[in-house]
């Protein structure tokens, strides 16, 4: 079983930064990659950037050029900095990681979340 624990949400001012942090803990072979979403009071959740196994990165259109993912291969650390925060960023942030345990088998794990909260 892998265990991710987020941490790093908060209260935002409308133009302030903030860095998310999600450290995987477990018998982890491998991963396939490693995503933040994020889920607004009655919205679904969505995707919000990607960092696969060889570093490629991908980032939803609302958040390219503002946000950046990135990850600790030491730590089994995945990391989004979120710069030029706006109201519309405000929801829960969730960490998911893919891979593969030591006995072959896939597995895809979320976080517990953490709240980004964004007001003056």
């Known amino acids: 079983q892998v265990q991710l624990v987020e941490s790093g949400g908060g209260l935002v001012q409308p133009g302030g930064s903030l860095r998310l942090s999600c450290a995987a803990s477990g018998s982890i072979f491998s991963i396939n990659a490693m995503n933040w979403y994020r889920q607004a009071p009655g919205k679904q959740r969505e995707l919000v950037a990607t960092?696969?196994?060889?570093?490629?990165?991908n980032y939803a259109d609302l958040v390219k050029g503002r946000f950046t993912i990135s990850r600790d291969d030491a730590k089994i650390t995945v990391y989004l900095q979120m710069n030029s925060v706006k109201p519309e960023d405000a929801a829960v942030y969730y960490c998911?990681?893919?891979?593969?345990?030591?006995?072959?088998?896939?597995?895809?794990?979320w976080g517990q979340g953490t709240q980004v909260t964004v007001s003056s």
């Open positions: 960092i696969t196994g060889d570093g490629t990165t």
């Open positions: 998911n990681v893919r891979g593969r345990y030591y006995s072959g088998s896939y597995f895809a794990s």
